[in-house]
Antibody
Framework: QVQLVESGGGVVQPGGSLRLSCVAS????????MHWVRQAPGKGLEWVAF????????HYEESVKGRFTNSRDNSRNTLYLEMNSLRAEDTAVYYCARGYGGYTDQYYYYYMDVWGKGTTVTVSS | EIVLTQSPGTLSLSPGEGATLSCRAS???????LAWYQQKPGQAPRLLIY???SRATGIPDRFSGSGSGTDFTLTISRLEPEDFAVYYCQQYGSSHWTFGQGTKVEIK
């Protein structure tokens, strides 16, 4: 069945780094755009990053620009989120989600149709 | 950035009752690219509605979405015990995706 499994979360000190992974199965990963979405403890959902199906275009939420890097290895069916200069406010459950939809000349319109169970990142000294 | 405001924050209802959840956008949502998700405690979100009114695969027909432009509604016709959860709207028509803050539907 269609499945996304995140890993790589943990406890890290402020200013530290972490790399999250998301392994896809049950569908042709290389055909789909992907998102990262996070949820701080007791809070709502926040979109973090997007990557096109072929990895040639990426978008980020403003607060993570320059600190987080979204990438993918289609030969390994794996999505990555490299997180640097971590802050306490980055503490959250991080979900990867499959993007479904399309694009125009001006924007992408991918909603999130399949979600992983998430991996927890805690930034604390 | 399109800001989505959901109301009410909490809805206290009994099983069998109907629920109406609102989502208002700070500017018009392109082509009604508006989705609704359900999230239960300790679980990942689940897609319910996309394109403002299309039900996702496997979603019961007691869930329906409507609206256009800046005002959208999720309606649950008769609440089942498994429907008590938090619901989020999301716009996906700007290459900068945003969510509403959520509406909690709780058992009265």
């Amino acid at each position: 069945q269609v499945q996304l499994v995140e890993s790589g979360g943990g406890v890290v000190q402020p200013g530290g780094s972490l790399r999250l992974s998301c392994v896809a199965s049950g569908f042709t990963f290389s055909n789909y755009a992907m998102h990262w979405v996070r949820q701080a403890p007791g809070k709502g959902l926040e979109w973090v990053a997007f990557i096109r199906y072929d990895g040639t275009d990426k978008h980020y939420e403003e607060s993570v620009k320059g600190r987080f890097t979204n990438s993918r290895d289609n030969s390994r069916n794996t999505l990555y989120l490299e997180m640097n200069s971590l802050r306490a406010e980055d503490t959250a459950v991080y979900y990867c989600a499959r993007g479904y939809g399309g694009y125009t000349d001006q924007y992408y319109y991918y909603y999130m149709d399949v979600w992983g169970k998430g991996t927890t990142v805690t930034v604390s000294s | 950035e399109i800001v989505l405001t959901q109301s009410p924050g909490t809805l206290s209802l009994s099983p069998g009752e109907g629920a109406t959840l609102s989502c208002r956008a700070s500017q018009s949502v392109s082509s009604n690219y508006l989705a609704w998700y359900q999230q239960k405690p300790g679980q990942a979100p689940r897609l319910l509605i996309y394109g403002a009114s299309s039900r996702a695969t496997g979603i019961p027909d007691r869930f329906s979405g409507s609206g256009s432009g800046t005002d959208f509604t999720l309606t649950i016709s008769r609440l089942e015990p498994e429907d008590f959860a938090v619901y989020y709207c999301q716009q996906y028509g700007s290459s900068h995706w945003t969510f509403g803050q959520g509406t909690k539907v709780e058992i009265k």
